[in-house]
């Protein structure tokens, strides 16, 4: 099958494994419990697809507070303990990387998330398989993570693609915007996010079965 990209570049949380509902509901009740009041879904309408530094800017900059030093361990403790328990693959995900990986498809993932979050959530769901090292991305990697373009150029460049060749899957607001501003097709993944707000992709999913035929 031949395909109209030459890289396809995943995002992680809420597009390779279904953590958003887990990663939010911890980060919704630690800032609560921080004296900073915020619901789960004002977890995910602020939060989503943040690295951790834009939480800690947001957060400075609504009320003046800093969050405390130990912030990220914590949160990242407390997530990959419950990863452990809960975390599940996005449904039909491992069947897109097999057929990608069969058809000779290059593809990696670029995730506002730390390198120790991605191996972790991998490892947990079974996707390990998937993804050796030189394909894994993080937003650690580079000085800005999304909306930021440079997460998407950083990894096309490694993987030896231009960006106008490469496809971005993605399912947050902040994470299309990085893949536009990238110059780089976007496939937006409406599962968890309304597409409404997803509406800068080019191409809107809600089944992650359909996308391999959308990539052809």
């Known amino acids: 099958m031949r395909y109209r990209y030459e890289l396809v570049i995943f995002d992680n949380d ?5 953590s958003e509902p887990i990663s939010n509901r911890i980060l919704a009740a630690h800032l609560t419990e921080l004296g900073h ?6 977890s995910i309408r602020d939060y989503m697809g943040s690295a951790m530094h834009r939480i800690h800017e947001l957060v400075q900059e609504r009320t003046g507070r800093r969050l405390p030093d130990d912030f990220d361990d914590v949160f990242h403790g ?3 303990a419950a990863f452990e328990r809960e975390l599940k693959p996005v449904a039909g995900v491992a069947d897109v990387l097999e057929k990608l990986a069969a058809d000779g498809v290059p593809y ?6 730390s390198h120790e979050r991605i191996r972790v959530g991998h490892r ?9 090292e030189s394909r894994i991305f993080s937003s650690q990697d580079v000085g800005r993570g999304k909306p930021a373009p440079d997460l998407f150029l950083y990894a096309a460049e490694r993987m030896g693609v231009a960006p106008e060749r490469c ?5 947050s ?3 299309v915007q990085a893949a536009v501003a990238a110059g780089m097709d976007v ?12 509406s800068d992709a080019g191409q809107l999913f809600s089944d992650m079965g359909e996308l391999a035929a959308l990539l052809a």
């Open 173 to 175: 607001p902040l994470g």
């Open 187 to 198: 496939y937006g993944f409406t599962a968890m996010t309304p597409a409404a707000k997803l």
């Open 108 to 113: 990696c993932v670029a995730s506002s998330g």
């Open 78 to 80: 407390r997530v990959f």
């Open 37 to 42: 009041p915020t619901s789960y879904e004002d």
């Open 14 to 18: 809420g597009v390779l494994v279904d």
């Open 124 to 132: 947990t769901t079974g996707l390990d398989r998937w993804f050796e």
């Open 167 to 171: 496809v971005v899957v993605e399912d």
